[in-house]
């Protein structure tokens, strides 16, 4: 064999075992993006209590027969406002703003999904399949005393799976989405190296790829862009700081020019993600609250 045929050889040789390798990286790591199993979650240190409210620990079954768990505190004020916390997050990160709803005489339904919290399932199918946890929680939420309308919160993931739950579902009347990202594609190459430390070429796609075969779907098909339009004439607040590194920097402007009026942004520079609550606290309670008051209460501006 000639010199220059045995180099062509080992230089394809090479290509394949370096293209092998960087997809059981990207496998290993959509793996572990996608799945997240009860031992690898943490334990709640914290409750309602903690902030002085009260509170009943609630379950509900979905209808595909998952069993989650909530916390409940009832309304005073004929509204009550289901709170959904993120990715591989749980109920504890939305204490705060369940203290800042309850203490205004709302119901707050702090709510959890599949494969999160303790909750029964390990897949993460970012709204292909969670849609039926976050109905049972409606359903839960209309049957308690004294709850005439509903608004829903939720942060980062949390924030896309109730535009999509409430873009189809009219009970919803007031949405607030808090660093909820645009659609998958958009916001892929940030969150990759965010959540992994990996470059986003070539890894991004790799992972894409990899995570569609567990899922089983398309991830194109995870987009809020789609849905966020058809919860009008029902208002939504979008929450977003351009400072994001968890997701795509542009998510919170691409989500308001496909939402329907009424609409409003507040987008500010210099805020972590999901952070508004803790690092911008007064702000977000003032307009988190004038907005629940006029969507759900019919109140003024405060």
């Not at 939402?259 to 606290?281: I, R, S």
């Amino acid at each position: 064999m000639k010199a220059p045929a045995k180099i062509s050889i080992i230089i394809a040789v090479v290509f394949l075992l370096l293209a092998a390798a960087l997809s059981l990286v990207a496998r290993n790591q959509a793996l572990s993006l996608v799945y997240h199993p009860l031992h690898e979650r943490n334990l709640l240190s914290k409750t309602p209590a903690d902030f002085s409210l009260q509170y009943r620990d609630v379950s509900v079954q979905s209808t595909d027969g998952n069993t989650i768990h909530g916390w409940y505190i009832p309304s005073e004020n004929g509204a009550g406002i289901i709170l959904q916390h993120g990715f591989k997050s749980d109920r504890e990160e939305l204490l705060e703003e369940a203290a800042i709803l309850a203490n205004k005489g709302y119901g707050v339904l702090v709510s959890s999904i599949r494969a999160h919290d303790v909750n029964e399932g390990e897949l993460i199918a970012f709204g292909l399949k969670e849609m039926p946890d976050l109905d049972a929680w409606v359903n839960f939420l209309q049957e308690q005393e004294g709850i005439a309308s509903i608004g829903m919160l939720g942060n980062s993931l949390g924030g896309s799976l109730i535009i999509q739950y409430a873009a189809a579902n009219e009970d919803i009347k007031a949405v607030v989405a808090h660093s909820a990202f645009s659609s998958m594609r958009d916001t892929i190459n940030t969150s990759v190296i965010y959540f992994t430390d990996l470059p986003a070429f070539p890894f991004a796609s790799l992972i894409g790829f990899w995570a569609e075969q567990e899922i089983e779907g398309d991830i194109d098909d995870i987009d809020a862009t789609k849905w966020i339009g058809n919860i009008s004439p029902r208002p939504i607040l979008i929450l977003h700081s351009i400072s994001d590194i968890a997701i795509s920097s542009d998510s919170g402007e691409l989500l308001f020019a496909a939402a329907a009026q009424p609409k409003e942004l507040w987008q500010v520079e210099g805020v972590d993600h999901a952070a508004f609550d803790t690092q911008l606290p007064e702000e977000f309670e003032n307009r988190v609250l004038s907005f629940f008051d006029r969507s759900l209460l019919g109140g003024e501006e405060r």
